[in-house]
C-alpha cells in the first residue's frame, strides 16, 4: 500500500511539473484574449466642448467587432452628431469600413459626415494592394483612411513575444514591394497615410517614400503610446514632421 501511494504521489508530482514547464497556448489571433473581458461600460455624461465643434474624429473604434464594444457604429456617429461634430472615419483593426459608412450615410444619423478605412493587418492579407483597392471601389467611394500593419504589425507581435501571423513591412531593413504599391494606390486613389504599428525606423521609411510620391495627407500613429507601438524619440518626431 505505501509503495502505491508512493507511486501515485511520484506520478502526480511529475505531471504538476510536466504542466508548469508547459508554455502557454499563443493566442492565433490579437482579439482572442479580449472575447472574455469584463469592462466597466463608460457612462455618457452629456458633456460638451466647444473644440468638438466641426471637428473630426480620424480614429473611431465601434462594434460590431470580434469583442464587444460599447457603442456600435450607428451609436457612435449620433454621439459624434449630437455633440456637433462635422465628421469620423470608422476604425477597424480587421476589415474595411467603407460599406459601413454607407450604410451610416442612407440609414443612420444625418448631418454627420461618415467615412471608412482600411487597416492592413492579417485578416485583409498584411500589406495587401487589392484590400486598398477593394475599400476605395466600395459603393458610394467613402473610405479615406489606409493604417499600415497595426496589432498583427511584425513589430507588436515581435515585442509582445506571440508567435501568431503577423504582417511585414520590410525585410532585411527594406520595405517590401508591397508597400510601394500601397503607396501608389493612396496617391492614385487621394487617400491618407496612417504609418499604424510599425518600428519608428519602419515609420520613416514609409513617410520618405509616400512624400517622393506626393502623398501630403500622413498620419504618425501613437508615436508616444507605447514601446509595443511606434514609439519614436523626439529627434525621429521631427523628422517624420519635416
Given at each position: 500500500m505505501?509503495?502505491?501511494?508512493?507511486?501515485?504521489g511520484?506520478a502526480?508530482?511529475?505531471?504538476?511539473?510536466?504542466?508548469?514547464?508547459?508554455p502557454?497556448?499563443?493566442?492565433?489571433?490579437?482579439?482572442?484574449?479580449?472575447?472574455?473581458?469584463?469592462?466597466?461600460?463608460?457612462?455618457?455624461?452629456?458633456?460638451?466642448?466647444?473644440?468638438?465643434t466641426?471637428?473630426?474624429d480620424?480614429?473611431?473604434?465601434?462594434g460590431?467587432?470580434?469583442?464587444?464594444?460599447?457603442?456600435?457604429?450607428?451609436?457612435?456617429?449620433?454621439l459624434?452628431?449630437e455633440?456637433?461634430?462635422?465628421?469620423?472615419?470608422?476604425?477597424?483593426?480587421?476589415?474595411?469600413?467603407?460599406?459601413?459608412?454607407?450604410?451610416?450615410?442612407?440609414?443612420?444619423?444625418?448631418g454627420?459626415?461618415?467615412?471608412?478605412?482600411?487597416?492592413?493587418?492579417?485578416?485583409v492579407?498584411?500589406?495587401?494592394?487589392?484590400?486598398?483597392?477593394?475599400?476605395a471601389?466600395?459603393?458610394?467611394?467613402?473610405?479615406?483612411?489606409?493604417?499600415?500593419?497595426?496589432?498583427?504589425s511584425?513589430?507588436?507581435v515581435d515585442?509582445?513575444?506571440?508567435?501568431?501571423?503577423?504582417?511585414?513591412?520590410?525585410?532585411?531593413?527594406?520595405?517590401?514591394?508591397?508597400?510601394?504599391?500601397?503607396?501608389?494606390?493612396?496617391?492614385?486613389?487621394?487617400?491618407t497615410?496612417?504609418?499604424?504599428?510599425?518600428?519608428?525606423?519602419?515609420?520613416?521609411?514609409?513617410?520618405?517614400?509616400?512624400?517622393?510620391?506626393?502623398?501630403?495627407?500622413?498620419?504618425?500613429?501613437h508615436?508616444?503610446?507605447?514601446?509595443?507601438?511606434?514609439?519614436m524619440?523626439?529627434?525621429?518626431?521631427?523628422?517624420?514632421?519635416?
Amino acid at each position: 500500500m505505501r509503495a502505491r501511494r508512493l507511486l501515485i504521489g511520484v506520478a502526480c508530482a511529475a505531471l504538476a511539473t510536466a504542466a508548469a514547464q508547459t508554455p502557454p497556448v499563443s493566442s492565433k489571433a490579437h482579439w482572442e484574449p479580449y472575447k472574455n473581458r469584463t469592462a466597466t461600460p463608460s457612462v455618457d455624461q452629456k458633456l460638451t466642448d466647444p473644440v468638438l465643434t466641426g471637428a473630426i474624429d480620424l480614429h473611431a473604434h465601434h462594434g460590431p467587432d470580434a469583442y464587444a464594444r460599447q457603442w456600435d457604429a450607428f451609436e457612435v456617429a449620433k454621439l459624434a452628431k449630437e455633440r456637433g461634430m462635422r465628421a469620423i472615419v470608422l476604425k477597424n483593426h480587421w476589415t474595411e469600413t467603407a460599406g459601413l459608412a454607407w450604410l451610416i450615410r442612407k440609414y443612420g444619423t444625418q448631418g454627420i459626415e461618415v467615412f471608412g478605412s482600411v487597416t492592413l493587418d492579417t485578416p485583409v492579407g498584411g500589406v495587401n494592394p487589392m484590400a486598398v483597392r477593394y475599400m476605395a471601389d466600395v459603393e458610394g467611394n467613402w473610405g479615406r483612411i489606409v493604417w499600415m500593419p497595426t496589432h498583427d504589425s511584425e513589430h507588436e507581435v515581435d515585442y509582445n513575444k506571440e508567435t501568431r501571423p503577423k504582417a511585414i513591412v520590410s525585410r532585411n531593413g527594406k520595405l517590401i514591394p508591397e508597400v510601394f504599391e500601397v503607396l501608389d494606390l493612396i496617391k492614385e486613389r487621394n487617400l491618407t497615410l496612417a504609418t499604424g504599428h510599425v518600428t519608428p525606423e519602419e515609420a520613416l521609411a514609409i513617410m520618405a517614400e509616400a512624400r517622393k510620391r506626393g502623398i501630403t495627407r500622413i498620419i504618425v500613429t501613437h508615436p508616444l503610446l507605447g514601446p509595443q507601438y511606434t514609439n519614436m524619440t523626439l529627434p525621429q518626431m521631427q523628422e517624420a514632421g519635416t
